[in-house]
C-alpha cells in the first residue's frame, strides 16, 4: 500500500470516529453548485463557505463549463439545484499552455499510442490565454444553453490562490 | 445578491482573514489526484485527508474516470501527478436513474429546445446500476487508457455517507 493510500486509511479512521452526519438528505439542502477548478490549492468548504450538505461541488480543470455540462443538468434535472456559482482562479495552470503543448507533451512522454488515442476521441484540454474573459464566457455559456432554465441564477467568481479572497466578477 | 451569493462573500471574509498559505506552489505537492461525486455530503479535504496544496481534486456526478480524462491528463502530463485515488460512494444518485430517464426528465422540464441540445451533443448521463461493479469498472478504465503512464498508482474505494468511512475496494 502506498503512502498516499495509508494516508486515505488514517483519515477515514480520524473523520468517521466522530462524524455525526449520516442522516443528510442526497439533493443538496441549500439547492445550489459550485463548479471550481481541482487545483490543489482550493479548498471549496472553508474558502467559499460550503457545509457538509448543502450544494454539490463539480471540479475539474480550469472549472470549465461546458465539461461540467453533464454533471450540471444532473445536478439541477435530477437533484433540483437551482442555483449555479463559478470560481476560476489565478494562477491556474490553463493559462500556461495551449492544445498543441499538450498534444506535444503526451506525445514525449507516452508515445504514439497515446497521442493515437487523443486523436481518436478528439480531446480538446481548453486551456484560456486569459482569466477573467474565460469567466464571463464561462457564464455566458452556462446562461446560453437550454439544458440550464432561464431561473436559474449563475454568477462568476476569481479566487486568488495569493490571499485566500474570492471575488465576484459577473 | 442571493443568499447564496452573500454567503460566499462572508465565507471569503473570514477565510481570508487568517489565511496564510498564499506561498503554495501549482504543482500539487504530493504529486497525486482524488477523483470523486460531487455530492454535497463528501468533504474531500476531511474525509480523505488531503492537505491545501497536496492534491488535485476532480468532482463531478458519479466520479467518472472517462468524464474527468480532459483533467487527468493535465494533472498528469502537465502538473506531474503520479497517483490516482478514485471514490465512488454509497447512496449515489447515479444508482438511481437511467439515461432514458433523464432524457425523459429534460424534456418534461426544458421542452423540446433542451431535447434538441441533448441529442446535438449526443450527452452520456453515464448513470450505473451497481456501485462495486462501477469503481472496478473505472479503476480498469484508468489502467487500460494510454493516455496514463503504466507507472501511475491507481485505487479505487467506497466512501459511506452514512458512517464518514472510506474503504478500499482495489
Known amino acids: 500500500m502506498s ?3 495509508k494516508n486515505v486509511e488514517a483519515a ?3 473523520y468517521s470516529s466522530t462524524f455525526t452526519q449520516g442522516h443528510l438528505a442526497l439533493p443538496p439542502a441549500k439547492k445550489y453548485l459550485v463548479l471550481t477548478c481541482m487545483d490543489a490549492r482550493i479548498d471549496p468548504a472553508k474558502a467559499f463557505g460550503i457545509e457538509l450538505g448543502d450544494a454539490h461541488v463539480i471540479r475539474n480543470a480550469g472549472a470549465l463549463a461546458q465539461d461540467a455540462l453533464r454533471s450540471i ?3 439541477q434535472q435530477l437533484l433540483g439545484t437551482r442555483e449555479i456559482v463559478l470560481v476560476k482562479h489565478t494562477g491556474c495552470g490553463m493559462l500556461t499552455f ?3 503543448d499538450a498534444y506535444r507533451i503526451v506525445d514525449a512522454n507516452l508515445g504514439s499510442d497515446a497521442s493515437e488515442e487523443l486523436k481518436s476521441r478528439d480531446l480538446d ?3 484560456f490565454p ?3 474573459p ?3 464566457a464561462d457564464v455566458e455559456f452556462l446562461k446560453n444553453t437550454k439544458l440550464i432554465s432561464d ?3 449563475v454568477s462568476g467568481w476569481i479566487y486568488e490562490v495569493e490571499t485566500g479572497k474570492t471575488r465576484r466578477v459577473v
Chains 1, 2 share one sequence.
Open 3 to 5: 503512502a498516499i493510500q
Open 98 to 100: 495551449t492544445n498543441e
Open 151 to 153: 431561473s436559474v441564477a
Open 12 to 14: 477515514s479512521e480520524k
Open 134 to 136: 474565460a469567466v464571463k
Open 125 to 127: 484540454f481548453q486551456p
Open 73 to 75: 443538468v444532473i445536478s
Open 130 to 132: 486569459q482569466l477573467e
